[in-house]
């Protein structure tokens, strides 16, 4: 059973709809609003690789792209970036570490620790 992504015109949201019949597909309506006026999206989809090519992937030097190992923010989304990469979930714990790191750059700075924890994070990481 596929998972459809569509944008709803009425009120201009991206919904995911659950199709249990490819057959003979129902007229999708959006959950939130009701409405009948959406259009199908390309999805995204993922790429299952090898650990051997997750390791070389890690191991270029491009990869590092912007890394300053003198800013907690950087180096939070170069370490978001390395477990994702991974497959590894760095538990809530370090969610929130990066949320202050990534509020500190915003707000200029500061001590690690001192963020208000408020800035949400980048899907980009």
């Known amino acids: ?16 709809l659950l199709v249990r ?21 390309m999805s995204r989809f993922a790429r299952v690789k ?8 890690l191991a270029d030097p491009t990869s590092f792209g912007d890394l300053d190992e003198n800013d907690p923010a950087s180096v939070a989304r170069w370490a978001k970036k390395m477990g994702k990469e991974m497959g590894e979930d760095l538990g809530e714990d370090f969610d929130q570490v990066v949320e202050e790191a990534m509020a500190e750059e915003g707000q200029g700075g500061g001590a690690a620790g001192e963020g208000t924890g408020g800035g949400g994070i980048s899907d980009e990481l």
């Open 1 to 16: 059973m596929p998972i459809y992504e569509y944008l709803c015109k009425d009120c201009r949201r991206r919904v995911s």
């Open 21 to 41: 019949s490819i057959s003979n597909p129902p007229t999708p309506v959006c959950p939130r609003c009701g409405g009948k006026k959406l259009d199908r999206l």
């Open 50 to 57: 090898s650990e051997e090519a997750r390791l070389e992937a």
